[in-house]
């Protein structure tokens, strides 16, 4: 590996991430903990977030993907791995081989399964998704019997659990969770008819787990609220004692003064407002700063908010300092904390309407994370 030149990083707290899942499995009470780690853990970095969720007591973990699951196996992890959603079907070996466990929402899926457990001796052990709501994938409520019954017969399956999603957890004033619970237990109580007692239910995502204590049942699981970031508005961060575990960080690249009404940057879109200093930072749009952040959001240069001015760039963004010079390699804060002051991803999401969710996944790749 050859030396990074370039200031510009993320730094991911992993003691931020253990203390995280130690207050969702306060919250969670008797459930035990799934952390969801897909998409690189949220931006965060996959397989160190998972080693240290399992760390803090996680016992399960939970991917999108069969190649998300595959790098956790890789890297060395023994933990049992759900797959969130169903791969096409030439995953089924792949999948077997890396000793994931699927979810499983289609008899299609579900007899190719049933297939390769009893090819080789042994049941698969499979997550049966019923859409209570969500209305995204799952068995839909008209399909619950046909399904169930048909599984009930597949010996080459071991339903170890019985789960669901909730479209609006977030919204604690929403009646829509209770809605969705109601029907999760009866698809239960259906289950139980066909002979299928699960060993596990699970219902809750980060949200469910801090405000819907119906959902909790007997596994959350946690995703946004791991890493300290807001399920929503309403449901914070903050409010819970969550930690952020990601600083994205960069350094002043280049700093000069101009006059009141020089313009910067492309399309002109701001200019001076009086003599100062402008600083270029060495960070942009194709690391996931979005450019909606464009003359609306703030950056943190010497623990005090600095406004980005003009249109965020490909690989740069200026921010106005006034009065005060900046020096070239000066540390700049775009996300987390400097000097006691802080900007949040709720802020980010805020300027860019958007959620924390996009903002953590949208750090792109040529951002390093350093994990500590
Ligand atoms: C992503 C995901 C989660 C985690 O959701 P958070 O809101 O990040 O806690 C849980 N369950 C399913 C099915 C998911 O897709």
Redesign the pocket.
């Known amino acids: 590996m050859t030396a990074r030149l370039r200031p510009t990083h993320a730094e991911v707290d992993l003691d931020a991430i253990r203390a995280n899942v130690h207050t969702l499995a306060a919250a969670a009470g008797d459930a035990a903990v799934c952390a ?1 780690v ?1 998409a690189d853990g ?1 931006g965060h970095g996959a397989v160190p977030v998972a080693r240290a969720a399992l760390d803090a007591g996680a016992s399960w973990l ?1 991917v ?1 993907l069969v190649e998300e699951g595959e790098e956790l196996r890789d890297a060395g992890i023994d933990a049992p791995i759900l797959v ?1 959603t169903e791969p096409p079907p030439a995953g089924v070996d792949r999948l077997l081989a890396a000793r994931l466990t699927p979810a499983v929402y289609t008899a299609r899926f579900g007899r190719a399964l049933d297939a390769a457990g009893r090819g080789r001796g042994e049941p698969v052990a499979v997550h049966v998704k019923a859409d209570t709501g969500m209305g995204r994938v799952g068995v839909p409520p008209d399909g619950w019997e046909g399904f169930l019954a048909e599984a009930a017969g597949w010996s080459g399956v071991r339903i170890e659990a019985l789960w669901s ?1 909730m479209a609006r957890a977030d919204e604690p004033d929403a009646p829509t969770t209770a809605e969705q619970q109601d029907r999760f237990d009866a698809f239960l109580a259906l289950a139980g008819e066909h002979g299928i007692e699960p060993a596990l239910t699970h219902t809750a ?3 469910a787990t801090l405000v819907q204590p119906r959902a909790r049942r007997d596994l959350v ?5 791991m890493y300290g970031l807001s ?1 929503s508005t309403e449901v914070t961060a903050d409010g819970h004692g969550l930690v952020p575990a990601l600083r994205f960080v960069t350094e002043v690249g280049f700093a000069k003064r101009v006059t009141a009404g020089t313009p910067a940057s492309y399309g002109h879109t701001w200019s001076a407002p009086a003599d100062g200093w402008l600083a270029s930072l060495p960070v942009g749009y194709a690391d996931g700063v979005p450019r909606l952040l464009s003359n609306r959001g703030e950056v943190l240069l010497r623990g005090l908010r600095r406004p980005i001015v003009g249109n965020v760039c490909m690989d740069q963004l200026l921010v106005w300092c006034g009065d005060d010079e900046p020096h070239v390699g000066d540390e700049v804060v775009l996300l987390g904390g400097q000097d006691g002051a802080r900007v949040t991803a709720d802020e980010w999401a805020a300027w860019a309407g958007t959620i924390t ?1 996009e903002i953590a996944t949208g750090i792109t790749r040529r951002v390093p994370r350093l994990a500590r």
Not at 221 to 225: E, K, L, N, S, Y
Request: glycine content about 6%.
């Open positions: 969801v897909k949220y939970a999108a969130l999603h995502n980060s949200a699981r946690v995703g946004i609220a399920p969710y």
